[in-house]
Structure formats: structure tokens, C-alpha cells
């Protein structure tokens, strides 16, 4: 079993406990999943959450409470406590209102969040995100992410950052999550070389390896046809959907195992690879049957939980 640390820092009302509770529920109550954010609460203190992600891997999510007196709290009496032995720090941002210009509360509590990493994790890896983009005018946001990239960008010492721009209410979240994630699976590019040679015999367009609870990408090849670019789903808004039409399934209590598409322009298969993951095969080629790529799938199971095994055998 490997276990990894991930914080979760950043203002409060940036958003954090809404993306953690949208991407890790496994469960709704609602058929808007980012409708029901507005009702949690501010986070008090540090809340802990164990997420099991691919049988083994065990996210250790800290959800740290962004209000200036636990900030003060985390730098200063807990800071052995909360910087060591992290895998993953994720900064959030308020793309609306936090103030990133240099010499800003907000980037000042990151920069010391930084230096608590450097003492006590220095092989940490950084993501930043710019959250809440829904809130900024169509028309602006490519300008407003762009600048605050550049002034986050400039604003790093010591780590690499990578920053991405999300919202609750679009695909971009979970993009982010499964860049994130992937980086915390050992021998991931093992998967990834694998899912190819298997997209290659089944004749896919583009496979996608899915964690099976929370639907995060840990893997995905596709051919890089032009005539597919256009008429396939993209990974991204792929996950919530896929999601949401597990959980709505569960409503009528129906047990969900997958689902096939034959439409004009592809066809689509999503099926369970292993008993953590699920596996989206779409096609482009007309007289590939349905049941030849169910049956790759099949054989296919047993190698892939070999490879699921090792990934997890570093720590």
C-alpha cells in the first residue's frame, strides 16, 4: 500500500473544500453535482480525508482552512506538522478576487507556503490553481488566467509550478485533477505505454484509462487522427459526465457496468478494465464490431491489473 500526502491550501472562499468534495465524492444528491457546493461550510482548521484511488494508492488529503489565523498557525506552531512528507501541494487562487500582485496577502501566505515545502519537502510537486474562472466575462478570460499565470510564474521560487485554470461548472476541473493525480502514480509511463500498444490492436481512435471511482484520467492514447479530432469526445468533459450518469443509474437502482455508442461518425465502448479502473475505447473505423473490442477488453484485464500492481509497488 503506498500512501501520498496532498495539501490543500490557498484563501479562504477560494474553493477548495468544493473541488475536493465534487472530484472525490464518489456520491450526489443531486443530478448538478456543483450545485450542492454552495451549502459546505468554511473549513475549520485541517480536515484529513483518506481517498483510496487504484485499490493501493492512498490519497492522504489535507484540506487546510485558508482564514489568516490557521495560515498564521501552519507557518509558524504547525509547520513541521503540515509541510513534511508531502507528495502534492495544490494552491488555490480566486480567479475573481485573490490579489497576486507581488507584495499581496495572498501571494506572500503562498511564498511562505513554499519555504515550509523547501525546509521539509523538497521534492514536493507544485500545481496552482486559478479557480473560479466561471466568474470572469468570457471575453477576459484568456487575459485574466494569462496574467495571473505569469505573475504566479514569477512569484515561485524553488519549484516548478505548473497552473491551470478551472471551474466546478466545466470539464477543466477535472482536468486538472487527473494532471495532478497522474503525477502521483508511480510508473504511470509503464500504463501509458501499455494502453497504447492495446489502443493499437483494438484499432482505436483514442482509449482513455479511468480511475473507477472518481472517473480521473490516469492514462490515454489516441492516434492523432484529424478526422477523429473532430467528432471525438474530448477526455475532459468526458469524466463528469460518465460521473453523473453513474450516479444516475444508482437513483433507479441499477447497477451501472459500462455502456456501448454506435453513432454516424464513432463508436464507443466504456467497460471495466480492472477491478479500479474502467477503459473508454472510441473507433472510427465502421465495420470494427462492438463485441471484437469487448472481447480485447477481456483478454486485456489480466495485464492490466499485473501492470495496475507494479505501478503501485514503489513507494
Same mark, same amino acid.
Given at each position: 500500500?503506498?500512501?501520498?500526502?496532498?495539501?490543500?491550501?490557498?484563501?479562504?472562499?477560494?474553493?477548495?473544500?468544493?473541488?475536493?468534495? *465534487? /472530484? $472525490?465524492?464518489?456520491?450526489?444528491?443531486?443530478?448538478?453535482? #456543483?450545485?450542492?457546493?454552495?451549502? @459546505?461550510?468554511?473549513?475549520?482548521?485541517?480536515?484529513?480525508?483518506?481517498?483510496?484511488?487504484?485499490?493501493? *494508492? /492512498? $490519497?492522504?488529503?489535507?484540506?487546510?482552512?485558508?482564514?489568516? #489565523?490557521?495560515?498564521?498557525?501552519? @507557518?509558524?506552531?504547525?509547520?513541521?506538522?503540515?509541510?513534511?512528507?508531502?507528495?502534492?501541494l495544490i494552491y488555490v487562487f480566486d480567479a475573481e478576487n485573490s490579489n497576486i500582485a507581488p507584495g499581496s496577502k495572498d501571494l506572500e501566505y503562498y511564498r511562505d507556503c513554499l519555504d515550509g515545502l523547501n525546509q521539509f519537502s523538497k521534492d514536493a510537486k507544485v500545481f496552482l490553481l486559478v479557480h473560479k474562472m466561471d466568474l470572469v466575462r468570457p471575453e477576459e478570460k484568456e487575459s485574466v488566467f494569462g496574467k495571473k499565470r505569469r505573475?504566479?510564474?514569477?512569484?515561485?521560487?524553488?519549484?516548478?509550478?505548473?497552473v491551470f485554470g478551472t471551474s466546478i461548472y466545466d470539464e477543466s476541473l477535472y482536468k486538472a485533477w487527473s494532471n495532478i493525480v497522474h503525477t502521483l502514480i508511480p510508473n504511470a509511463a509503464i500504463l501509458s505505454k501499455h494502453l497504447a500498444t492495446?489502443?493499437?490492436?483494438?484499432?482505436?481512435?483514442?482509449?482513455?484509462?479511468?480511475?473507477?471511482?472518481?472517473?480521473?484520467?490516469?492514462?490515454?492514447?489516441?492516434?492523432?487522427?484529424?478526422?477523429?479530432?473532430?467528432?471525438?469526445?474530448?477526455?475532459?468533459?468526458?469524466?463528469?459526465?460518465?460521473?453523473?450518469?453513474?450516479?444516475?443509474?444508482?437513483r433507479v437502482r441499477s447497477e451501472f457496468h459500462g455502456l456501448e455508442m454506435c453513432l454516424p461518425e464513432f463508436s464507443a465502448v466504456l467497460d471495466e478494465m480492472t477491478k479500479n479502473t474502467y477503459v473508454l475505447v472510441i473507433w472510427h473505423v465502421p465495420y470494427i464490431e462492438t463485441a471484437a473490442v469487448k472481447l480485447n477488453i477481456k483478454m486485456a484485464r489480466s495485464k492490466f491489473e499485473e501492470l495496475q500492481g507494479d505501478s503501485l509497488v514503489v513507494a
Open positions: 500500500m503506498v500512501k501520498k500526502k496532498v495539501l490543500l491550501m490557498g484563501a479562504s472562499g477560494s474553493g477548495k473544500t468544493s473541488m475536493r468534495s *465534487l /472530484i $472525490l465524492q464518489a456520491t450526489r444528491s443531486s443530478n448538478n453535482p #456543483a450545485s450542492l457546493t454552495a451549502r @459546505l461550510g468554511a473549513t475549520i482548521d485541517v480536515e484529513q480525508n483518506h481517498v483510496r484511488f487504484l485499490g493501493d *494508492l /492512498i $490519497l492522504n488529503l489535507w484540506d487546510c482552512g485558508g482564514q489568516d #489565523a490557521f495560515m498564521d498557525s501552519y @507557518l509558524t506552531t504547525q509547520r513541521n506538522t503540515i509541510f513534511s512528507h508531502v507528495g502534492v505573475d504566479l510564474e514569477s512569484g515561485t521560487e524553488g519549484f516548478d509550478v505548473t492495446f489502443a493499437k490492436a483494438c484499432s482505436a481512435t483514442e482509449v482513455i484509462l479511468f480511475e473507477r471511482t472518481t472517473f480521473l484520467v490516469i492514462a490515454t492514447s489516441h492516434s492523432g487522427s484529424p478526422s477523429a479530432s473532430s467528432s471525438s469526445p474530448s477526455m475532459g468533459p468526458v469524466s463528469p459526465l460518465i460521473k453523473a450518469f453513474k450516479w444516475s443509474s444508482s
